[in-house]
């Protein structure tokens, strides 16, 4: 296989008003013409962005983190969170007053009802607010969970359970993911499912939860709108989302 670039969502495909800017869309259109395959990074689960993928008809992505990475459509990597850890980490959140949402990849359902760190957490990626469930997780596979507090009650959780990593998206939200687990992992794995070469990966992106995806690609672009740490890790720094950041990334990396 050739060339593969792979997206982040928000921040990136999306832009501050949450739409995909029509230079973004026309820069893909133009990629699928070239055969270079389009993906999507993102810390959302599948059901999260299917109103991106599909008009575009990108149909490989790397989900939740790389918890769940699917290939033209099919899914070759799953990885489930281990339901006594979650039982665990639970107990901490109901002593701490903390809420979580569980993440499956169709659906997700929060431990409280209308909690107001979940409605502003979601109301900023335009997401509608979970159902409320708190066993959920018994239910069926989890494959990541959000975690709902003020910047840094984190510390106590990170302390008490190194086999989860916390990363912040929001002043109230945190992705908890299994630690090791990255969307960088999950490019791997599609690299090696698609036998693509490291030189031939191109990633964008715009948060922390991109670090690692840039540095593993062979052409890692963070957006003008990416904080100072995550450019740090980028062989170039494009434009803001909102001045057509993906566009311009694309012709500097040759493949417009």
Request: hydrophobic residues 40%; negative net charge.
């Amino acid at each position: 296989m050739g060339k593969i670039v792979f997206f982040d969502v928000d921040g990136t495909l999306l832009n501050s008003r949450n739409e995909v800017p029509p230079a973004t869309v026309d820069a893909i259109l133009r990629l699928k013409e070239k055969d270079v395959k389009v993906a999507i990074a993102t810390g959302r689960a599948p059901f999260m962005f299917e109103f991106i993928r599909e008009p575009l008809g990108i149909d490989t992505f790397v989900s939740l983190n790389g918890q769940y990475v699917v290939v033209d459509g099919r899914p070759i990597f799953q990885f489930k969170m281990d339901p006594r850890h979650i039982e665990r980490l639970l107990e901490k959140g109901k002593e701490k007053g903390h809420p979580f949402v569980f993440m499956s990849h169709d659906r997700m359902c929060a431990t409280m009802n209308g909690h107001s760190y979940i409605k502003e957490s979601m109301r900023s990626i335009n997401v509608p607010e979970p159902g409320y469930d708190p066993e959920f997780y018994k239910k069926g596979p989890i494959y990541q969970m959000l975690l709902f507090c003020e910047p840094g009650e984190e510390k106590e959780y990170e302390a008490e359970f190194p086999m989860f990593r916390f990363l912040r998206w929001h002043r109230y939200a945190l992705d908890v993911m299994p630690k090791g687990g990255s969307k960088a992992e999950g490019i791997r794995r599609i690299s090696e499912y698609c036998r693509i070469s490291k030189s031939d990966i191109f990633a964008f992106g715009d948060g922390m939860n991109d670090i690692e995806m840039l540095h593993f690609a062979g052409k890692g672009i963070a957006m003008g709108n990416a904080p100072d740490i995550v450019k740090r890790y980028a062989d170039y720094v494009t434009k803001h989302v909102d001045e057509d950041g993906v566009y311009h990334g694309l012709i500097a990396a040759g493949l417009l």
